[in-house]
């Protein structure tokens, strides 16, 4: 599974349609393959709190 397929043109990554155990990983890897100065916008289906918790315990401060 490669990031950018998943990575629009517009850097949305459309992860309402996938399942948990596959959207979360993903996100990982694609947080961390991002490059510096880079950004992409996830659109998900619901408040993804458990998500922003861990981001924020492994890489405070670098993302919004």
Request: proline residues 6%.
């Amino acid at each position: 599974m490669t990031t950018e397929n998943h990575i629009g043109a517009d850097r949305v990554m459309d992860v309402r349609e996938l399942d948990c155990s596959i959207k979360h990983p993903l996100l990982v890897k694609s947080f961390i393959e991002l490059p510096a100065g880079e950004h992409f916008i996830i659109r998900n289906g619901h408040e993804p709190a458990r998500l922003r918790d861990q981001f924020a315990a492994q890489w405070p401060g670098t993302f919004t």
